[in-house]
């Protein structure tokens, strides 16, 4: 088994010579930080509001930032909603994590031609740099929830600890600053508590990063205790003046985590999920579920975790010219599993029960960790309203209460 | 061409190996036509460097501005200079595949995937069932076995074929049984008057094969229906499950474990496969839709 | 060579039979020899013989307008023949000799007397006949679905 890609440059988070103690920065240090990061480079992507959702796009100034949003998230529901305050980060999971942006929905592997019988491949350029992300990196990727922390490790341990490291990720991952938020407004469909990936940022192997921001808005200053990660992170936050973070902030800071940790929509009980999914393959459960599931794919387009890709061969109107392109595929999809003479997994259900068992149980067979994070946007951007969580413990022979909806 | 050059460690690849996403060229040597449907193609690398495989591995072949198709190799291991496919024509891939004539250029990516790892059978029998196109994956694990014969004792090959006229490698039989002391066994599903030999499914010859199934190593590949009942038969012969192994196949894009689309559970068969223990793969095949 | 009532016994379709009931077997039943090519039966005549074959191959041919189409093959130590149970006792394919054959052939239509008269006998023998006919459908069955040039395939 090959080493994990660690998610930084340099050395690793427990190695750092003396912990750098945690900073409070106000507004006026938050609009500092992104110049900070500007400066030296990065196009920050951060939450904005859009089309009515809060979705990842490149910002500059704090006004790009949803100040004074949150969200109302239940299955097949997803609202903004104006807050009494002016919390930057006041809202749950967005629209999307941070999977586009390492992982692009549509990547370039190779352009190839043919003159006069031979064929040459060109593979794309070494920098990790395709058509699609030419010229945008390297990214800041700022207020990353604890959730998409440790999405991004198991992406990081998909796509590059095993067989072959996928090169243009590995360059894209490298090259990234992440600075993380702790959550202070968890939503209905949050469980990151029951899988062990929240609401705080830890960092560590599994959740790494270079600074992580809790804002507090406790009627004093507008601040943000920031934690710093990585050396990168001591690096960058050495441009700004911050002062030590007073004993009180950083009381303030353990006491929202732990109120987010009491405020989860969800629970999921993984004690020996694995083993009870690969003996429920008969379960008359995956029929009920069936009778609902559309097989539109959100789920899978929304999971900060999910990864199948499938190839699109196309070529000029010469056939001189052909392109290799790895898009972003679903289980899903109808023709996922075809092989000559029939799809193997043909039913809806049976793709569901696909899904389901490869996220909660075999997952952690392939990669040693579930592939679940409990970020819920599955829950709340599924049309049906199809609850993993409900259709796990209705798995397990637990009645589920009426949902309104 | 085709490595990754100057990338930090942490990552699986390393400076030494080629991308295994990018084909390499390689130039169809000769074409043969063996049956009406299925042709065998000997390919022969642009770059002169061969390519290192295992019985039982299989590559990406790509024909350009078509697009790609798992193929198992189907040559001598000891011949590693040309390698060949044997190719059904049964969609746009194959049929550009097999159309493709001497000088034309195909990628190749790859090897990928688990061999067959015939020498773990050494010192006992060796029980060979194939099925249909399934014995091409299957000839290189043979012609390891006949390189090394007096490692095994017994080696019986018993092969089902739709027709006469569907059966793969016809001299090779022939100079398999009388030259290389394998005992082979030839059945169809159905024959025309002509057809002197076995009519009947190719489990049926299992019954009555003549070898000790306790120190026996079965290798098995075909249709999966097919080989769902050859590993029950020989494994009611007395073969121990983990003695037995199966070639698997689903639908395969990367080939190196990346694209999700060849799981079997929480198997890839692209690198956990395609073959796999028979204990490993009952109760994976006992269930549809899995 | 063995005498038929000493070879009987050996054999795994008659293995449990008492030996009563293999003297009796062995009474309805004469060895006989075919040359290759010449037919055992015929499809639309009376079955009144099953065989149990020693050495060769018997093919199970049915006519066509075209060349006849082998169905299935008998081999050593095979037992061919259930038409003898099932009314209107006539053969439903040709059963040709494809190399020189030697098989024991029993008298059936003595049999379903004997049968008749001994439910028990007919019993343990109908039995048998199921399990040869289960395995012989079993077969064609799963040939029918053409799994190597039909819809299924290896890669």
Not at chain 1, 333 to 345: K, L, N
Not at chain 2, 162 to 182: H, K, M, N, S, V
Request: one cysteine or more; glycine letters at 10%; hydrophobic letters at 40%.
């Amino acid at each position: 088994m090959t080493e994990e890609f660690d998610g930084t440059r340099s050395v690793d988070a427990e190695s750092i010579p003396q912990p750098i103690s945690p900073r409070t920065l106000d507004t006026t240090g938050l609009q500092a930080l992104i110049d900070a990061l500007a400066w030296r480079g990065y196009t920050v992507i951060g939450p904005t509001v859009s089309g009515g959702a809060i979705v990842n796009a490149p910002i500059r100034t704090l006004d790009d930032l949803p100040r004074g949003w949150g969200d109302a998230q239940e299955a097949a529901h997803y609202r903004l909603r104006r807050r009494d305050d002016d919390a930057f980060f006041g809202f749950a999971a967005g629209a999307q994590s941070a999977k586009p942006v390492f992982f692009p929905t549509d990547e370039l592997l190779w352009r190839g031609r043919r003159t006069r019988g031979e064929f040459t491949v060109e593979p794309e350029s070494d920098d990790g740099s395709t058509a699609a992300t030419a010229g945008q990196g390297p990214y800041a990727l700022l207020g990353v929830r604890s959730c998409d922390l440790h999405a991004i490790a198991i992406h990081d341990r998909v796509l590059t600890g095993r067989v072959q490291a996928d090169a243009h990720y590995t360059a894209r991952r490298e090259e990234a600053f992440i600075v993380s938020v702790s959550c202070t407004d968890p939503g209905g469909t949050c469980f990151c508590v029951s899988m062990g990936t929240g609401p705080r940022p830890e960092g560590g192997a599994r959740a790494r990063f270079d600074l992580s921001l809790t804002e507090l808005l406790d009627g004093g200053v507008h601040r943000f205790v920031v934690e710093v990660g990585s050396e990168r992170g001591a690096d960058v936050l050495s441009d700004i003046s911050a002062l030590p973070a007073p004993i009180d902030d950083l009381a303030a800071a353990d006491g929202v985590a732990t109120s987010a940790a009491g405020r989860m929509g969800r629970t999921l009980d993984t004690d020996g999920l694995k083993e009870l999914l690969y003996t429920s393959v008969e379960s008359p459960r995956w029929d009920d579920v069936a009778s609902r599931c559309l097989a539109c794919t959100n789920c899978t387009m929304v999971c900060p975790t999910c990864f199948c890709t499938t190839v699109h061969d196309v070529s000029d109107l010469t056939g001189e010219v052909a392109e290799r392109h790895r898009v972003w595929d679903s289980c899903f999809d109808s023709d996922f599993s075809y092989i000559h003479g029939g799809t193997v997994r043909d039913s809806t259900k049976s793709r569901y029960r696909q899904w389901m068992t490869h996220k909660l149980g075999s997952w952690i067979d392939q990669f040693g960790t579930s592939g679940c994070v409990g970020c819920g946007r599955c829950i709340t951007w599924c049309p049906a309203a199809i609850d993993i969580t409900a259709e796990a413990a209705a798995l397990r022979g637990v009645p589920q209460p009426a949902r309104p909806f | 061409m085709g490595s990754i050059a100057d990338f930090q460690p942490g990552g699986a690849a390393t400076l030494t190996r080629p991308d295994p996403m990018l084909p390499r060229p390689f130039r169809v040597h000769r074409v043969h036509q063996d049956t009406r449907d299925t042709y065998t193609l000997e390919l022969e690398p642009t770059d002169g460097a061969p390519l290192a495989w295992l019985p039982g591995q299989f590559t990406m072949l790509h024909a350009f501005g078509v697009g790609e198709a798992p193929i198992s190799i189907s040559g001598d291991p000891s011949r590693p200079d040309r390698i060949e496919h044997t190719i059904r024509n049964v969609g746009s891939v194959t049929a550009a595949l097999v159309a493709a004539g001497p000088g034309t250029v195909l990628g190749v990516r790859g090897p990928f995937g688990t061999g067959w790892d015939v020498g773990t059978g050494r010192g006992g029998d060796v029980v060979v069932v194939a099925g249909g196109i399934g014995l091409a994956p299957l000839r290189p694990a043979i012609l390891e076995l006949i390189a090394h014969r007096a490692d095994y004792d017994r080696v019986v090959l018993l092969y089902g074929a739709r027709t006469p006229e569907d059966i793969l490698f016809t001299d090779d039989l022939r100079a398999w049984a009388e030259r290389d002391g394998i005992i082979v066994e030839v059945t169809v599903d159905n024959g025309q008057h002509a057809w002197r030999g076995r009519v009947g499914f190719v489990t049926q010859l299992v019954t009555r094969a003549g070898f000790d199934a306790v120190r026996a190593l079965g290798l098995i590949c075909g249709p999966e229906v097919m080989m769902r009942y050859a590993a029950q038969a020989l494994s009611d012969r007395g073969v121990r499950p983990e003695r037995l192994r199966l070639s698997m196949e689903r639908n395969m894009k990367c080939g190196v474990g990346l694209c999700g689309h060849c799981q079997l559970r929480e198997l890839f068969l692209c690198v956990d496969g395609p073959v796999l223990g028979y204990d490993q793969l009952a109760p994976l095949m006992s269930r549809a839709e899995l | 060579m063995q005498t038929i009532a000493q070879y009987l016994p050996e054999h795994p379709f008659f293995a449990g039979l008492d030996d009563a009931t293999i003297d009796l077997l062995a009474g309805c039943a004469v060895n006989i020899h075919v040359r290759a090519d010449e037919f055992l039966f015929h499809e639309g005549t009376p079955a009144d013989h099953f065989y149990l074959l020693r050495h060769g191959r018997i093919a199970i041919e049915v006519r066509t307008p075209g060349p006849p189409m082998v169905l299935d093959t008998v081999e050593d130590g095979d037992v061919v023949g259930w038409s003898w149970v099932v009314p209107p006792y006539l053969w439903t394919f040709d059963g040709r000799a494809v190399t020189d054959v030697s098989a024991v052939a029993f008298d059936a239509a003595c049999l379903r007397i004997k049968c008749l008269a001994n439910p028990l006998l007919g019993y343990d023998l109908m039995m048998r006949f199921v399990r040869l006919m289960n395995q012989r459908l079993q077969s064609a069955r799963v040939r029918l679905i053409d799994m190597y040039g039909g819809t299924q395939t290896h890669g």
